[in-house]
């Protein structure tokens, strides 16, 4: 398995742009996490999913951020309108639930200027 | 409130010079440990977990981390830190029954040749 693949590795946007994140989990994990990184407030998660369940999203900053996961495979994260204070590290972590660690994806450096 | 803690914020060591990263947790019950790896430019990698057993968990490239679980903690060691240690190290935890990771601010450790 070729592991958590997430893409764009990076993005460059102007404000008020929409943007999404896309996530592919390792085949099999039924767990799905999305964190934000950055140096002021480090690891943050902010929604995670279960069986494609949205189980938690209390770490979603605000409305402009949505998050979906249409299948087993396959994971968005959406920010609408974007602002430069979103600027950050996203990583998209998958897993086969609470006893098995997570498996971090390479992140999407997200610039809003 | 719940929370991970990981009090050095920043820490800088010479080469061969041994190494212990404080983690601690506030949870409750059962709790699956685990502490990750960033290195500059990469996407967080386990290093070493513990979810039973013998507190002294042994992780990849001499890292090791001990479990005490009347003070709640949860430290990284290493006895000789190399250069190519330098990297931010996060602590995570689970709580059984839950599927979520939580995870302390990270440390940054900066070995020097």
């Known amino acids: 398995d070729a592991g958590v693949i997430q893409s764009p590795r990076h993005e460059v946007t102007e404000m008020g742009q929409e943007v999404t994140l896309r996530c592919k989990p390792i085949s099999g994990h039924n767990s799905l996490f999305w964190y934000r990184q950055t140096m002021m407030r480090g690891l943050e998660l902010l929604i995670y999913?279960?069986?494609?369940?949205?189980?938690?999203d209390s770490g979603m900053p605000e409305d402009r951020f949505s998050a979906k996961m249409p299948n087993a495979s396959f994971s968005t994260l959406k920010i609408q309108p974007s602002e430069p204070r979103d600027s950050a590290v996203y990583f998209c972590?998958?897993?086969?639930?609470?006893?098995?660690?997570?498996?971090f994806g390479q992140g999407t450096r997200l610039t809003v200027v | 409130a719940q929370s991970v803690s990981q009090h050095n914020h920043h820490v800088i060591l010479s080469e061969a010079a041994s190494l212990e990263l404080g983690c601690n947790y506030s949870?409750?019950?059962?709790?699956?440990l685990f502490w990750y790896v960033q290195y500059p430019g990469q996407h967080l990698q386990l290093l070493l977990k513990y979810f039973s057993g013998d507190p002294l968990v042994k992780g990849i490239k001499g890292f090791e981390a001990e479990f005490i679980k009347s003070k709640f903690s949860f430290n990284l060691r290493k006895p000789s830190v190399q250069w190519s240690d330098t990297a931010e190290y996060f602590c995570a935890v689970t709580q059984t029954g839950a599927n979520n990771l939580f995870f302390g601010t990270g440390t940054r450790l900066t070995v020097i040749p």
């Open positions: 972590a998958s897993s086969l639930g609470a006893f098995s660690a997570a498996f």
């Open positions: 949870y409750g019950g059962t709790v699956n």
């Open positions: 999913f279960n069986n494609n369940v949205p189980i938690d």
